[in-house]
């Protein structure tokens, strides 16, 4: 069985010492890059379960790889590794494509919890709860309002035009419409979403909740598919309720 394989990006070594031997520990394949340029090369020319990307970087920075990669159409997912405290850094990254964030100093064990969760997301064999058949022709499609989506072929569309959804985009947007009519609370959407449960991180779904009304909503500002209820979290009402 060939083992999952985690680029570690970072340009202080003892980082990289301490995340490669507990990532071994753990049974992965690790490869190493401690600047921008050589984790863009790695990202590009290699199969990675997940890639463990500093942002501050030589050569090229965390975010440019992140950017870079995404443009490439690259979907590995990407957890952002940082020292930074600031809000900006961690929304930008999202923004650009990356699934998650850790903040230094962090745990080998934290890291693990998220590669871990990464991983159960992204394993073609994992089971999933079957889709409401919105279309009975063909159940793979939902159709809702004027969005089509293509669990198959993790495709959606809106008026027969593509949309551009990261991996993370699409589950969440798959999670919304199976639960259509239901209140979900963030500490829920996290839960199942992102596979492990911190209530301080509940931020990340906020965040991931507005980038994907960017692409789906007619009017981001005004949402009529993904509405916010107030002090308890999120309801897809679908077209038929909005």
């Not at 159960?120 to 499609?141: C, F, G, K, L, Y």
């Not at 419409?177 to 829920?188: I, M, N, Q, T």
Request: net charge negative.
């Amino acid at each position: 069985m060939t083992m999952d394989k985690i680029l570690v990006v970072d340009d202080e070594p003892a980082i990289v010492t301490l995340l490669s031997y507990n990532l071994k520990q753990a049974g992965y394949e690790v490869v190493t890059a401690t600047n921008g340029a050589d984790a863009l090369s790695l990202g590009l020319e290699q199969s990675f379960t997940c890639i463990l990307l500093d942002l501050m970087l030589p050569k090229l920075d965390g975010m440019e790889v992140t950017k870079k990669l995404r443009q490439e159409k690259i979907q590995t997912p990407i957890i952002i590794v940082t020292a930074k405290n600031d809000e900006f850094d961690k929304v930008f990254g999202l923004e650009l494509g990356a699934d998650d964030y850790i903040t230094k100093p962090f745990s080998p064990r934290e890291v693990l919890a998220r590669i871990k969760a990464v991983i159960r997301r992204t394993t073609p064999d994992e089971p999933v709860t079957p889709p409401t058949p919105i279309a009975p022709a063909n159940r793979s499609v939902m159709l809702v309002g004027d969005l089509q989506i293509d669990q198959n072929k993790y495709r959606v569309a809106r008026n027969g035009e593509n949309i551009s959804l990261t991996p993370k985009e699409f589950e969440l947007l798959i999670y919304f419409v199976e639960r259509e009519g239901r209140v979900l609370s963030r500490d829920a959407i996290l839960n199942h979403v992102w596979g492990y449960d911190y209530a301080s991180e509940t931020r990340i779904v906020d965040i991931h909740i507005s980038h994907l009304r960017e692409k789906i909503e007619a009017d981001p500002k005004h949402p009529r598919l993904i509405r916010t209820v107030r002090g308890f979290g999120y309801e897809f009402v679908g077209d038929s309720h909005a």
